[in-house]
């Protein structure tokens, strides 16, 4: 015999609730201020290619309207980079703030200890994140210098 099953309670569908949960949270902070969602502003990189070996920091900037409910951070190949790189070869700086009109301006490094051949096939993203939405920017590499030759030919 089968187990009766549990009454269905009517109401909106799930789908529905989180975006319905957010705005209400977002208003409740903020009074009826209209709110964006969170935007990343620049990906900063260097300006030449990095060389194999070099040690390299990545930046990324982002404003958000709801700081306290704000999470930036940096993600390789769909995984968090610590999980990725537990020895700390590549890792994230501290989230820096900074007051920027009704909102905040937030900025997140990524540093490579030794840049190496193995971070050109990483797909390292940026993203920003709170109740009122996600935005993502791809780091994308192009392929980097050559180390410096040493000398000590027969010159």
Same mark, same amino acid.
């Given at each position: 015999?089968?187990?009766? /099953?549990?009454?269905?309670?009517? *109401?909106?569908?799930?789908?529905?609730?989180?975006?319905?949960?957010?705005?209400?949270?977002?208003?409740? %902070?903020?009074?009826?201020?209209?709110?964006?969602?969170?935007?990343? @502003?620049?990906? /900063?990189? &260097?300006?030449?290619?990095?060389?194999?070996?070099?040690?390299?920091?990545?930046? %990324?900037?982002?404003?958000?309207?709801?700081? +306290?409910? @704000?999470?930036?951070?940096?993600?390789?190949?769909?995984?968090?980079?610590?999980?990725?790189?537990?020895? *700390?070869?590549?890792? +994230?700086?501290?989230?820096? +703030?900074?007051?920027?009109?009704?909102?905040?301006?937030?900025?997140?490094?990524?540093?490579? *200890?030794?840049?190496?051949?193995?971070?050109?096939?990483?797909?390292? @993203? %940026?993203?920003?994140?709170?109740?009122?939405?996600?935005?993502?920017?791809?780091?994308?590499?192009?392929?980097?210098?050559?180390? &410096?030759?040493?000398?000590?030919?027969? *010159?």
């Amino acid at each position: 015999m089968a187990a009766p /099953r549990p009454a269905r309670i009517p *109401g909106p569908p799930a789908r529905l609730l989180l975006p319905l949960l957010s705005w209400a949270l977002a208003s409740r %902070c903020t009074g009826a201020m209209p709110l964006q969602p969170p935007t990343i @502003t620049i990906l /900063r990189m &260097p300006a030449e290619p990095p060389r194999l070996g070099e040690s390299v920091t990545v930046s %990324c900037e982002a404003v958000s309207g709801l700081p +306290e409910l @704000t999470l930036l951070y940096w993600l390789g190949n769909g995984s968090f980079v610590e999980k990725l790189h537990p020895d *700390g070869a590549v890792r +994230e700086g501290t989230v820096l +703030e900074e007051p920027q009109g009704s909102g905040v301006a937030l900025r997140r490094d990524l540093h490579f *200890g030794s840049f190496g051949a193995r971070h050109l096939h990483t797909n390292f @993203t %940026c993203v920003v994140l709170s109740p009122l939405g996600v935005d993502t920017r791809e780091v994308r590499w192009l392929h980097p210098a050559p180390a &410096p030759a040493e000398s000590g030919g027969l *010159g």
